[in-house]
């Protein structure tokens, strides 16, 4: 402060001037009236705390946005760990991507951009095969991508579009067979479409082909034919073979039948299997029992047979056995081995995982027809049978299973001398339970019974010129007027059958369930005269089911393969 006098320092206001000594020199500081003064401390004290209330708040705001983004970010690495595990990579890519380094992301998401990468080489593939119009290949490889990756770009919608296109190309495939009477290739594209996409239409046609024009396969002057259920339109197979008992594969696919060598001076009988064109011909086993046809296990994979491989027809020692021909592997399995001294005439399960068969104990000498017989069971894969009978049906001869469902038909025959008629009947056999039910106790001879393709109704021969057919427990008895030779056969659509006369010449007779008349006389002909028997097969033994149509993901190609009854 200074003097307002003599202008001099004045420390101390209100103070006499030290120098001039005035009095009032130097005027006393102004004062507020209302008490400024402590509002300014109050307000220089909030100043002076303003920025440090400010950081308080920001460090708050800080922790808080830290805290919801880690929240957020655990939150987008879980849902990304969810897409990974139900393999949705797409989604788990993009979702450890969004979170940066948070965790392990970075390597989440290489590894599952990794898994993604096969996918997305097949999606690719199948595109450029889908605008060639190879629409097998585009299927195959876009299926890949929408069973395990559905949401990978619009894999769905381009595997509906291939199973369209290549269903209007089978189309015109069955048009081009039909204009051709080539009924096989016709069946063939049907069948593709029935397994491609839900076509009614698919299925009418079938039914139509397979009544009017189904082939039979048969042997005629020891060749392997096929021909129409009018006579027409027969065609050569093969020739490269005797021909017995030619038998289709469940897709009809293929043809297996027994042969024999006329310079082989022992009487090897072997197993022989050709594609339905005549290509891929093959011999697959030797020392067959020619007594009975080889039997297709449903997936057309396996093929069961009677086997003489280690019998020794001159001291008439060792086992005769049941054996079958794994066509995947190209090896022979003897399923009885030396178990039994004879078992014989097996049937597959509707599943192909067992064999029903025959088995007897017969001494030197005796013949098969006069030894006690019991029907067993092997189960793949695994060791020991079940004995299904007991003693129950002591003259079980062979066996037939449905193929649908867990029933057997077991038809028994004895005879004790080569000139009286056998003895025969047919019972009804329920593995699991193994309760048996008579359906005929054979007061007529009677043939052995044939399931029908979808399972519902069996026939068999009584006597001599009747055919019976058991619908639900109710049967129908049909009056043929021909002496019969108890061979059958059914129609594809399980609605009509073929009787075989003991003398072809003397003409077929086609049963319909479905029309009236229900019997008409057909012609056909085919090696007759045993040994060298080659009779008409009409529908495979064990149809095969194709695949139920699949939805646009693809996941029904993931069942069982034993559906509904194909045409």
Known sequence: MFCTSCGAA???PGTPCPVCHAADAVPPPLRSRSGAGPARA?????????PLAIAVVLAVATLVLTERRQSGLATAYEAAVRAEQVHD?????????????????????DEAAARLQPFSDAYDQGVIALDAGDYDTAIDRLQQVARNVPTYADAPARLADARRLLVGSLWRSVESATSRHDWTAATASLHRIQSTVPDPRADAELAKIGRDHGPLVMGRDHDLWIAGIDGADDKLVSDQAPVLWPTWSPDRGQIAFLSYDPKDPTGNVSLCVVAVDGSGFR???????????????????????????????????????VRFYDLPTNHEVDVTGDRFSLAFNPSWSPDGRQLAFVSKERSADQRPQEAPGEVRLATLGRAGFRDLTSGRLRNAWSVAWSPVESKILVYSLTSSNWYDP???????????????????????PLGAPLWSPDGRSFAFARGSQTVVVVTNGVQTAFPLKIDLSGDLTWSPDSQALI??????????????????????????RYDSER????????APVTPMRPLAPPTVGGTTLDASNLLRPGG
């Open 283 to 321: 011999r697959l086993a030797d020392d067959i029992s020619a007594h009975a046809p080889p039997v297709w296990s449903p997936d057309g994979e396996r093929i069961a047979y009677t086997s003489f491989g280690d019998y020794n027809a001159v001291t008439d020692t060792g086992p005769i056995s």
């Open 499 to 524: 009787a075989l006369p003991i003398d072809p010449t003397t003409g077929a007779r086609l049963v319909e369930l479905d029309r009236e008349p229900a019997v008409s006389p057909i012609t056909l």
């Open 42 to 50: 109050r307000l220089l004290r909030w100043l002076y705390a303003l």
């Open 422 to 444: 056998p003895v025969t009947s047919i019972n009804l056999l329920d593995p699991r339970s193994g309760a048996i039910r008579p359906v005929d106790p054979g007061d007529d």
């Open 531 to 538: 040994p060298f028997f080659a009779p008409p097969q009409w």
């Open 89 to 109: 990579y797409p989604a788990a890519v993009t979702g450890f991507a969004g979170v940066g380094a948070y965790r392990d992301a970075p390597s989440r998401r």
């Open 10 to 12: 004045n420390p101390s």
